[in-house]
């Protein structure tokens, strides 16, 4: 069955430092494959998204994430995070049925 | 643009009351979903509208919760009798068309059901 595992829970990062975000996803072709972010009280916001071609895929707000067919994953990266992206966020992927299925969210702190 | 629009914000109500939520999508958006949100969790989709048709509402609670769009715009979800359990938010998403993978959230409806 098409899962997705997002593994940290939570993570906190200083601004500035890098960011990398965790994603993994079980399905026996190559998925459709998502970043959300969700801030407090808002509704979700694509970051960005893969469907075929360039495995690196760059984003909106600086962030870019890289397919890895090998690893079943799709990480998400930011060089130099800043204190506004402290937020929820959340890896989907879609099949064939083109249903998103939904990680469970990585929530972001950020020192300043 | 106009992005998509989600009332109440915040609802508060005794189990057992009935509750209702509206949705307007933004305006072309052929595909109307509904998803439930619970703390801590991923959105879980309740039911997919394309047009005024249902597409898939296997896990929308039907003893409960029943959704329509009957001009193929704007979507009413309504809840009764809530439960405890239905706290949650509840996100209104639109996508062109079903076959367009990008979905557009509104700010979503947060549900308190004491």
């Known amino acids: 069955a098409q899962s997705v595992t997002q593994p940290d829970i939570h993570i906190t990062v200083s601004e500035g430092a890098s960011l990398e975000l965790r994603c993994n996803y079980s399905y026996g072709a190559t998925p459709y494959l998502f970043w959300y972010v969700q801030s407090p009280g808002q509704g979700l916001q694509l970051l960005l998204k893969?469907?075929?071609?360039d495995t690196l895929v760059q984003g909106i707000k600086g962030f870019e994430a890289e397919f890895k067919r090998s690893q079943s994953s799709f990480n998400l990266r930011k060089p130099s995070v800043h204190w506004s992206d402290a937020a929820e966020y959340f890896c989907a992927c879609a099949g064939n049925n083109r249903k998103l299925i939904w990680g469970l969210g990585t929530s972001l702190a950020v020192n300043p | 643009e106009a992005g998509v629009a989600q009332s109440p914000r915040y609802k508060i109500i005794e189990k057992r009351q009935s509750v209702a939520f509206w949705c307007n999508p933004i305006s072309g958006h052929a595909t109307l979903y509904w998803y439930q949100q619970i703390l801590g969790q991923g959105p879980k989709l309740l039911i997919q509208f394309q047009n005024n048709g249902v597409v898939d509402d296997s896990q929308l609670p039907k003893d409960r919760f029943s959704a329509e769009r009957l001009k193929g715009v704007d979507s009413t979800l309504k809840i009764q009798p809530a439960k405890l359990e239905d706290s949650a938010v509840y996100l209104c998403?639109?996508?062109?068309?079903?076959?367009?993978?990008?979905?557009?959230f509104g700010p979503g409806t947060r549900l308190t059901v004491t």
């Open positions: 998403a639109s996508s062109l068309q079903g076959g367009d993978y990008e979905q557009y």
């Open positions: 893969y469907f075929s071609g």
